[in-house]
């Protein structure tokens, strides 16, 4: 069953252009969103990440929007540079008090072409 | 920047082996989980241990996994008796527990080999 989808497995962009990385989610319980990147042999890294009582938030050159309506998130890098090749991981929580538990998507491997 | 780390980064076993991998989370965090990620599959989660007890457990944690904080800093994951198929990466994470603060860090994981 899988809750959190990520349909792109790669995708492939100029320099300087905008990524974009997408994602949908099954389960309506699910209350806080996260993006985490992936170079290999390396563990995941947090990057950026959203509550489910907004539709936006900024870091640097990455967005990440949530539309509820629709069960879906997007990543947006901007603009894209090399070093932003990695795996990129969707996730989604849910949970009470400090504990969510954590459901990932199976990734998309971005590449930035110089 | 406080960072989970693992050992070892490669352990290669038998199969019926034990295996112990070990963590030291961001020492500050209250929560701590364990995750697994078979080579081409998604990063699925394990365990989570609080106050130490474990807090919820997935399917694929049967009793052949156990998770232990042995003292005030490592968190271990054993695996009884290995099989082919537990070869993977194994990844630690934690998170301070906070309400609102959800962000596991994770450590850079340890490649399991069962031969």
């Known amino acids: 069953d899988q809750q959190v989808k990520q349909n792109s497995p790669s995708l492939s962009v100029q320099e300087g252009r905008i990524s974009i990385l997408n994602c949908d989610y099954t389960?309506?319980?699910?209350?806080?969103f996260l993006w985490y990147k992936k170079y290999p042999a390396e563990g995941p890294t947090f990057l950026i990440s959203i509550s489910s009582i907004k539709d936006k938030n900024e870091d640097g050159r990455f967005t990440v929007f949530l539309n509820k309506s629709a069960k879906h998130l997007s990543l947006h890098i901007v603009p894209s540079q090399p070093g932003d090749s990695a795996v990129y991981f969707c996730?989604?929580?849910?949970?009470?008090?400090?504990?969510?538990?954590?459901?990932f998507g199976i990734g998309t491997k971005l590449q930035v072409i110089p | 920047e406080p960072e989970v780390t693992q050992t070892p980064s490669h352990q290669v076993t038998q199969m019926g082996q034990e295996v112990i991998l070990r963590c030291v989370p961001i020492?500050?965090?209250?929560?701590f989980y364990w995750y697994r990620q078979i080579l081409g599959q998604k990063v699925e989660f394990l365990v989570s241990f609080y106050n130490n007890e474990i807090s919820e457990k997935s399917e694929i944690f049967d009793d052949q996994f156990s998770v232990e904080r042995p003292d005030g800093s490592n968190f271990t994951l054993k695996i009884r008796s290995t099989k082919l198929e537990d070869s993977a990466m194994y990844f630690c994470?934690?998170?301070?527990?906070?309400?609102?603060?959800?962000?596991?860090?994770f450590g850079p994981g340890t490649r399991l080999t069962v031969t």
């Open positions: 389960n309506s319980m699910f209350d806080y």
């Open positions: 020492s500050n965090h209250l929560y």
């Open positions: 994470a934690s998170s301070e527990g906070r309400v609102g603060y959800y962000e596991q860090y």
């Open positions: 996730a989604a929580s849910a949970g009470s008090g400090g504990y969510q538990k954590v459901t």
